[in-house]
């Protein structure tokens, strides 16, 4: 199972409009990828996995097509619940600014290690099979795979 601790530390839910929702005992597979200007205009993805959305950061647009590696940072566990969350965080709370939905949808699990999650994502936006992969602490790299990588020998 994830934890929220660190989620509801961040937060005050009598001032944000944040969903505080709780960890799901049930397994689901959204994705979700909110559009956030806060201080830095960055691109947070998330996956449901063990009952929370596992979250990054991606300071630049999340890549539609293979061939592009995006730095993506780790940040902490969100409920589910936030899969839905558009709005705005008032100024001087944490991540004050707009989130938008960029883009959403389901997802399945090819493939989790350590140090990787390989995930096919059925969203408007993104489609197909994406990687994360763990460079160190909480820097990740998010890329979308080749096609015909699956079917390569290497
Ligand atoms: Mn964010």
Same mark, same amino acid.
């Given at each position: 199972?994830?934890?929220? +601790? +660190?989620?509801?530390?961040?937060?005050?839910?009598n001032?944000? *409009?944040?969903?505080?929702?709780?960890?799901?005992?049930?397994?689901?597979?959204v994705?979700?990828? +909110?559009?956030?200007?806060?201080?830095?205009l960055?691109?947070?993805?998330?996956?449901?996995?063990?009952?929370?959305l596992k979250?990054?950061?991606?300071?630049?647009q *999340?890549?539609?097509?293979?061939?592009?590696?995006?730095?993506?940072?780790?940040?902490?566990?969100?409920?589910?619940?936030?899969?839905?969350?558009?709005?705005?965080?008032?100024?001087?709370?944490y991540?004050?600014g707009?989130?938008?939905?960029?883009?959403?949808?389901?997802?399945k699990?090819?493939?989790?290690?350590?140090?990787?999650?390989?995930?096919?994502?059925?969203?408007?936006?993104?489609?197909?099979?994406?990687?994360?992969?763990?460079?160190?602490?909480?820097?990740?790299?998010?890329?979308?795979?080749?096609?015909d990588?699956?079917?390569?020998?290497?």
């Amino acid at each position: 199972m994830g934890s929220l +601790q +660190q989620y509801y530390k961040k937060r005050k839910f009598n001032i944000s *409009p944040e969903p505080k929702g709780n960890v799901k005992k049930k397994a689901g597979n959204v994705f979700v990828v +909110q559009k956030h200007a806060a201080g830095n205009l960055h691109y947070d993805f998330r996956i449901e996995f063990q009952g929370v959305l596992k979250s990054w950061a991606v300071p630049k647009q *999340p890549p539609l097509k293979a061939g592009i590696k995006r730095l993506a940072i780790q940040t902490e566990d969100h409920p589910v619940e936030y899969a839905s969350f558009k709005g705005m965080i008032p100024k001087g709370e944490y991540g004050a600014g707009k989130v938008e939905i960029w883009d959403k949808g389901e997802y399945k699990l090819l493939k989790k290690t350590k140090k990787a999650y390989v995930v096919e994502l059925f969203g408007k936006k993104m489609k197909g099979i994406y990687v994360l992969f763990n460079l160190k602490d909480k820097s990740w790299f998010l890329f979308k795979r080749k096609k015909d990588s699956k079917n390569k020998k290497h």
